[in-house]
């Protein structure tokens, strides 16, 4: 089994606990991109989609499939990350009496906005979310 798998029964464990009513579908693919993210430490989606460890017949069918799960509308990014994020920030919380807060917002084109937010506490920091939504005042 490879590492990537086995790591991806352990994200899979952790989505459901979390997130009970996620479907098994998404958790389970999920759990496979997840996994591949943190094998390789990079968002290149062709990194990842090269890692993950499916059976097909064509390399450039994985990254079809990693793009498919990006765009699933059943991922809904604040309901699945806001429960980590609690944590993150409980956990940073801890650890002294003094959180900084980061948030950077920038625009994609004339379409799409990134609101990036990242925690530091102490000598730690920790890029929490990272949230990409349609820019609807800039097409008005």
Known sequence: MSSVKKLSETVAVGLTETLPRLRKTVVSKLSLAVA???EVRT????????K??????RSDMREQWLRCLLSNPLMVEEVIIE????SALAAAGDHGPV???SMDQTDIGNRFAILMLSVRTG??????IHLKKENTLKNR
């Open 83 to 86: 429960p980590f994020a609690r």
């Open 43 to 50: 968002a290149n989606t062709v990194e990842i989609a090269n």
């Open 36 to 38: 591949a993210v943190l």
């Open 52 to 57: 993950l460890p499916l059976d097909l017949e």
């Open 99 to 101: 959180i900084h807060l």
């Open 123 to 128: 000598d730690r920091a920790f890029n929490g």
